[in-house]
């Protein structure tokens, strides 16, 4: 595996990246396996290699401690009225997942609005933890996560378990039956665009339906209360459930490596236009012993495989060509 991919670093970047969604996907605190796992792979690397993926671990196990601790605490909190969790959402519902962000990969955010009731949920937790763990402060990741749903119609009831932007948008239908795509998306803090491919997954169910306002750009979304409305609207379900299963595949809580990557290598695309304008053309090799030879602040320190998928990207996007085994610069 290791000459497949390239190098022993390289593969363990990808594993720890794996681990990240595993993880981060994890609707409890069950690592078992993935301890196991992750000893095997001390053998082979060494621990000082598997060092953050065991960190990320151990956030997993100090999460579920902590989150029965700060329950706890909340149940037991002076002030507690009788009857105040009929009124909002019990503390019981929500398990947070606390990472040591140095030492996981970059994780994708988004800006997110959630319901008051959840946003008042999220802040009790955590001024709570902020309590117990001073002076460490939580900070959300509202987009990230999975929300269990149970949703009542007049003739039915059906259960979900969603993202949470698939969460908030529909439970703002509680609010009022009809939204206006533009209005939705301005209620919940996204794009429009990014409305629109979220929603689709609410009209392929059979919980929403969709029609063209007054402006066609800006759709209307109403829910639907008896199943002979979703009868009605089969084809058009059929249609926006196979958009959203594309949709749901393109999308990550973590930034794959080669995201990474080229991020981290954007701070060395100057050094390499630089040494193109003034040497005209040179070979993989040459660009990566002078990069080594030359940059102190940030230092250099990637391989060659690393330095060839950079530059790729760099003739991809026609800053660069490659002749010959030779880059030089574009013209």
Same mark, same amino acid.
């Given at each position: 595996m290791v000459?497949?991919?390239?190098?022993?670093d390289?593969?363990?970047?990808?594993?720890?990246?794996?681990?990240?969604?595993?993880?981060?996907?994890?609707?409890?605190?069950?690592?078992?396996?993935?301890?196991?796992?992750?000893?095997?792979?001390?053998?082979?690397?060494?621990?000082?290699?598997?060092?953050?993926?065991?960190?990320?671990?151990n956030?997993?196990?100090?999460?579920?401690?902590?989150?029965?601790?700060?329950?706890?605490?909340?149940?037991?909190?002076?002030?507690?009225v009788?009857?105040?969790?009929?009124?909002?959402i019990?503390?019981?519902?929500?398990?947070?997942?606390?990472? @040591?962000?140095?030492?996981?990969?970059?994780?994708?955010? $988004?800006?997110?609005?959630?319901? #008051? !009731? =959840?946003?008042?949920? /999220?802040s009790?937790?955590a001024q709570?933890?902020?309590?117990?763990?001073?002076?460490?402060?939580?900070?959300?990741k509202?987009?990230?996560?999975?929300?269990?749903?149970?949703?009542?119609?007049?003739?039915?009831?059906?259960?979900?378990?969603?993202?949470?932007?698939?969460?908030a948008?529909?439970?703002?239908?509680?609010?009022?039956?009809?939204?206006?795509?533009?209005?939705?998306?301005?209620?919940?803090?996204?794009?429009?665009?990014?409305?629109?491919?979220?929603?689709?997954?609410w009209?392929?169910?059979?919980?929403?339906?969709?029609?063209?306002?007054p402006?066609?750009?800006?759709?209307?979304?109403?829910?639907?209360?008896?199943?002979?409305?979703?009868?009605?609207?089969s084809?058009?379900?059929? @249609?926006?459930?196979?958009?959203?299963?594309?949709?749901? $595949?393109?999308?990550?809580?973590? #930034? !794959? =490596?080669?995201?990474? /990557?080229?991020?981290?290598?954007?701070?060395?695309?100057?050094?390499?236009?630089?040494?193109?304008t003034?040497?005209?053309?040179?070979?993989?090799?040459?660009?990566?012993?002078?990069?080594?030879?030359?940059?102190?602040?940030?230092?250099?320190?990637?391989?060659?495989?690393?330095?060839?998928?950079?530059?790729?990207?760099?003739?991809?996007?026609?800053?660069?060509?490659?002749?010959?085994?030779?880059?030089?610069?574009?013209?």
């Open positions: 000459s497949i991919i390239g190098s022993k390289q593969l363990v970047n990808e594993y720890r990246v794996m681990l990240a969604k595993k993880l981060l996907s994890k609707s409890d605190f069950d690592i078992d396996s993935d301890i196991r796992m992750l000893e095997l792979l001390k053998i082979h690397f060494g621990e000082s290699s598997m060092q953050k993926c065991e960190i990320m671990l956030d997993l196990i100090d999460s579920k401690r902590t989150n029965s601790n700060i329950k706890a605490s909340l149940l037991n909190a002076p002030g507690t009788a009857g105040q969790e009929e009124a909002e019990s503390h019981d519902v929500l398990d947070a997942t606390i990472i @040591s962000s140095n030492f996981w990969p970059p994780i994708q955010t $988004e800006d997110l609005a959630v319901p #008051a !009731s =959840v946003d008042k949920l /999220l009790d937790f709570r933890f902020h309590q117990i763990k001073t002076p460490r402060k939580l900070l959300w509202k987009n990230l996560g999975t929300v269990k749903l149970e949703l009542q119609f007049e003739d039915r009831s059906m259960q979900f378990t969603v993202v949470p932007v698939q969460a948008i529909i439970m703002r239908f509680q609010e009022k039956p009809s939204w206006t795509s533009k209005a939705l998306a301005t209620e919940i803090g996204i794009p429009v665009d990014s409305l629109n491919r979220r929603i689709g997954f009209t392929s169910k059979g919980v929403l339906t969709e029609s063209v306002g402006d066609a750009d800006d759709h209307i979304f109403t829910i639907v209360d008896s199943m002979s409305d979703v009868n009605k609207n084809i058009v379900n059929e @249609s926006c459930e196979a958009f959203q299963m594309n949709e749901d $595949e393109g999308e990550s809580s973590v #930034a !794959s =490596v080669e995201e990474q /990557l080229k991020k981290e290598m954007t701070v060395y695309e100057k050094f390499i236009i630089g040494m193109l003034n040497f005209g053309n040179m070979t993989l090799d040459k660009i990566h012993n002078t990069l080594k030879m030359f940059c102190a602040e940030p230092s250099y320190d990637k391989s060659l495989q690393q330095l060839q998928s950079f530059l790729s990207g760099l003739v991809s996007d026609e800053k660069l060509e490659m002749r010959d085994g030779l880059y030089l610069l574009k013209k």
